[in-house]
Structures are given as structure tokens and as C-alpha cells.
């Protein structure tokens, strides 16, 4: 129950104990089934979130072993990537679409340039280089998170350079479907200007090893691609995107790949892998 409910169900309890005549026997019953309800809800909210990972580990474990089916039909060796099950995902949206609903009319969402970004983020400033966003994407987003645990439930090791490769492509999908865009700097100028959602078709990001930062995030033009159609795109010296967007799109912590990596980590643990990775990811 939310706060407005319990607030209307304390106000019925009072209006009801202050009724003329009653006995305090009276009073004692409206006490105890104020009580029993409140038990009964908290009890209903633990089932719920019970079921949703007795569901989600019986989801994940049946397409395992489907996938694990397939390959040996095709005569494959097991894949690296351990899709997240779309039915998982059905599962952890219907169960907590109430609770989701019931917070939503309570607390109604601000305008995202109203909020300030959260020190628990990864991302800190109201516009993030495109590079370090995609790398923090990489290794704080709850996507980024369950991504490695895939990885190290399968293979016992996590790969940045995949990790990173993969991240890089979604963000370069997401700048093409237009649910993420970018801004450019032409030196020696001091104005960004936006980059045409179009510039996307022909360009991707290209990752590389880097001594200052790990992994460097450059984009370049797409296989056949003459450099000059983006010549704009490779000329800035700097590119942002806004940060508030990019969260949207990668939160930090999201119900639905928390759950999974928690049941991929158990399998890691299983198999004996790196615990420091562990640790990381938990």
C-alpha cells in the first residue's frame, strides 16, 4: 500500500474510534483489523517480490538450457551472449506494474531539467563526452552489469573489449532511432551544434585500447562510407550528449537486469570464477 492509502485508512480508524457508543470491545476489534490488514499487505508485498525470482530463475534456466538445445542440433559450441528471456522480462512487468502505477499517481515525475543529477549515477554533469559516457555505461549501468555477468556465469571471465564494442553499438542505434542525440565542437570554435540524427547511418563508434583512459571511443565512418559525407562529425573535437538522456536509456539500477544478474552471479560463483569479479558486479 502507498502512502495515500495507509494516510486514508489511519483517518477511517480514527473517524471510526471516535464514534459515540462505542464499547472497548468495540475499539479493540476496529484496532486488531486495522492491525491484520497491515500485516496482510506487508505479507502480499514479500510474496510478490518472492515470486518474481522464483519465476525469473525457472525463465532463465528453461532458455538456457533451450539455447544449450539448439546449439547441439547445429553442432555449436555455447555462445558467449545468454540473451535476457523476453518473457522474463513480461514477468517483472506485470508483477510490478500495480506497485508501479500506485507510485506514479502518488509522486507524479518532474521535468527531467527540474531534477538534479544523483551523486549514486553514474554520470555526475548535466552533459557527459561521449567517450566516457559510453565507457561508464559499460561498467555501471545495470545493462552493463548483467552484460559482464553473462559473461562470467559463461566463460569465467569478463571481456571489456566486447563489453565496450556492444555498448558502443547500442548508443550509435540509439543516436539513428532518435532516442538519444549529440552535440559537436568544430575547433577553434566554442559552440556545439546539434549532429543530424541521418550522420548515424554512416558512421560508427569505433573502440581501441588507450594508456590514458582504457578504452578510446572515436567515431568513423562505416564500411564504404566516404570519410568526407561526414566530414562535419570527424572534424569536432569534442562530443556530448545530455546526460539525463543517456541515464533514461542506461539507468543504474533497473529491476529487470538487477534480478537476472543476481541469478547469473550464483551461476558464477557455481563455477568458481574470478571472485573479485564477483565482487565488482554484486
Same mark, same amino acid.
Given at each position: 500500500?502507498?502512502?495515500? #492509502?495507509? !494516510?486514508?485508512? =489511519?483517518?477511517?480508524?480514527? #473517524?471510526?474510534?471516535?464514534? $459515540?457508543?462505542?464499547?472497548?470491545?468495540?475499539?479493540?476489534?476496529?484496532?486488531?483489523?486495522?492491525?491484520? #490488514?497491515?500485516?496482510?499487505?506487508?505479507?502480499?508485498?514479500?510474496?510478490?517480490?518472492? =515470486?518474481?525470482?522464483?519465476?525469473? /530463475?525457472?525463465?532463465?534456466?528453461?532458455? $538456457?538450457? $533451450?539455447?544449450?538445445?539448439?546449439?547441439?542440433?547445429?553442432?555449436?559450441?555455447?555462445?558467449?551472449?545468454?540473451?535476457?528471456?523476453?518473457?522474463?522480462?513480461?514477468?517483472v512487468s506485470k508483477v510490478s506494474s500495480g506497485r508501479n502505477l500506485e507510485r506514479s499517481?502518488?509522486? @507524479? !515525475?518532474?521535468? @527531467?531539467?527540474?531534477?538534479?543529477?544523483?551523486?549514486?549515477?553514474?554520470?555526475?554533469? /548535466?552533459? !557527459?563526452?561521449?567517450?566516457?559516457?559510453?565507457?561508464?555505461?559499460?561498467?555501471?549501468?545495470?545493462?552493463? /552489469?548483467?552484460?559482464?555477468?553473462? $559473461?562470467l556465469a559463461m566463460n569465467g571471465a569478463c571481456d571489456d573489449w566486447s563489453l565496450m564494442n556492444v555498448a558502443a553499438h547500442k548508443v550509435v542505434d540509439a543516436f539513428m532511432d532518435g532516442g538519444l542525440a549529440a552535440r559537436g565542437r568544430t575547433p577553434p570554435g566554442i559552440v556545439y551544434e546539434p549532429i543530424p540524427r541521418e550522420t548515424w547511418r554512416l558512421a560508427a563508434l569505433q573502440v581501441h585500447s588507450d594508456v590514458a583512459c582504457l578504452w578510446k571511443i572515436v567515431p568513423v565512418p562505416r564500411s564504404g562510407v566516404d570519410p568526407g559525407r561526414i566530414g562535419a562529425l570527424l572534424g569536432y573535437d569534442s562530443v556530448v550528449v545530455d546526460s539525463r538522456q543517456f541515464l533514461n536509456l542506461w539507468p543504474t539500477k533497473e529491476q529487470t537486469h538487477d534480478v537476472a544478474r543476481r541469478l547469473l552471479l550464483e551461476r558464477a560463483q557455481e563455477k568458481n570464477a574470478d571472485p573479485a569479479a564477483i565482487a565488482r558486479l554484486s
Open positions: 500500500m502507498g502512502v495515500l #492509502a495507509w !494516510t486514508i485508512v =489511519f483517518g477511517l480508524i480514527v #473517524a471510526l474510534l471516535g464514534i $459515540q457508543g462505542l464499547t472497548d470491545a468495540d475499539r479493540a476489534w476496529i484496532i486488531a483489523a486495522a492491525v491484520l #490488514a497491515g500485516l496482510r499487505a506487508i505479507i502480499a508485498g514479500r510474496r510478490d517480490a518472492a =515470486f518474481v525470482k522464483l519465476w525469473a /530463475r525457472w525463465k532463465l534456466r528453461r532458455s $538456457q538450457h $533451450q539455447h544449450e538445445e539448439q546449439l547441439a542440433g547445429h553442432g555449436k559450441t555455447q555462445s558467449k551472449i545468454d540473451a535476457l528471456p523476453a518473457a522474463f522480462e513480461r514477468v499517481s502518488e509522486q @507524479p !515525475t518532474p521535468h @527531467p531539467d527540474a531534477t538534479p543529477l544523483s551523486g549514486e549515477e553514474y554520470l555526475m554533469y /548535466r552533459e !557527459t563526452e561521449l567517450g566516457s559516457a559510453v565507457r561508464s555505461m559499460g561498467w555501471d549501468s545495470a545493462w552493463g /552489469r548483467w552484460y559482464a555477468s553473462q $559473461q
